[in-house]
């Protein structure tokens, strides 16, 4: 289930019960109070007043909660939210079980759920990071690089990507690096973001004809070219589908101590 979902439910129903009691039920348990003072001639001993105002369990735990809830649902909806990376598509930027921070506002401010977008800021550029809902099963969130911006016309041939008709240029930094012997550790540059992609020179990998960006989509590609499920295969990202911009990795866990050595900005 959605987690943002739930998140907002709780929210809703804890926020209703601590405003019901705030508005109908304290007014009644202190009018019950001040009832039984003046009935009772030396007054109510303390133990007995505490009983008579004392807050049902679940005004109790809405009171607790509804602040603590409000907190991480707006933090988490409009200014950063976490995500753990489950898969290699995007190696060697993010490692599997590389957990990353997603900056909610870069693209504009969107409702919790629904994702609509009801404030602009910016729109991606080439070269960004970006997680968004998978088209074709929006509860997925996946995450890969800009490639594609509306109305560009991308290709991929030969394990060379083209956008507008000119070949993306790049350079070979490692040849068979020790983190994965059998790929090429190729540096490249889409907009302003330089960093390392890798192909594997005995895997023909996909092959792509030329498509143009419809307006208001982008295309998508994992830095693990012949290793990603991305627009290459499944088409295009609306922008309603825009989760938001990833931009550091703040811990790695991949099942034993969880690892804090690898904290650094995500180009």
């Known amino acids: 289930m959605d987690f943002s979902l739930l998140l907002v439910l709780a929210v809703a129903l804890s926020g ?16 019950r109070v001040a009832t039984a003072d003046a009935n009772t001639q030396e007054g109510l001993d303390e133990p007995t007043r ?22 991480v649902l707006v933090v988490r909806s409009f200014i950063v939210e976490p995500f753990q990376i489950p ?7 993010l490692e599997v079980g590389d957990f990353i921070l997603v900056n909610k506002f870069a693209y504009g401010l969107r409702l919790p759920v629904v994702n609509t977008r009801f404030i602009d800021v910016d729109d991606p550029e080439r070269g960004d990071v970006m997680v968004f809902r998978f088209p074709d099963e929006p509860s997925v969130n996946f995450i890969k690089r800009v490639v594609g911006l509306p109305g560009d016309r991308i290709r991929y041939e030969g394990k060379q990507l083209y956008i507008n008709d000119e070949p993306i240029a790049k350079e070979l930094a490692e040849e068979g690096p020790e983190a994965s012997p059998e790929q090429l550790l190729l540096a490249e540059t889409l907009g302003g973001a330089d960093h390392f992609v890798y192909n594997n020179p005995r895997d023909p990998g996909p092959q792509m004809r030329e498509v143009e960006v419809p307006a208001g989509h982008y295309f998508m ?34 099942g034993g101590l969880p690892s804090f050595t690898s904290v650094r900005r995500i180009e």
């Open 50 to 71: 505490e009983k008579l105002l004392k807050e049902p369990w679940p005004v109790d735990y809405a009171r607790s909660f509804f602040p603590v809830l409000l907190i």
């Open 221 to 254: 590609m994992g830095d693990n070219r012949d290793h990603s499920n991305d627009s290459r295969y499944w088409g295009f990202v609306p922008e309603e589908n825009i989760v938001g911009r990833a931009f550091a990795v703040w811990m790695h866990w991949d």
């Open 87 to 93: 898969s290699g598509s995007m190696r060697p930027t």
């Open 16 to 31: 209703v019960i601590y405003l019901l009691d705030v508005v109908l039920l304290r007014p009644k348990r202190r009018q």
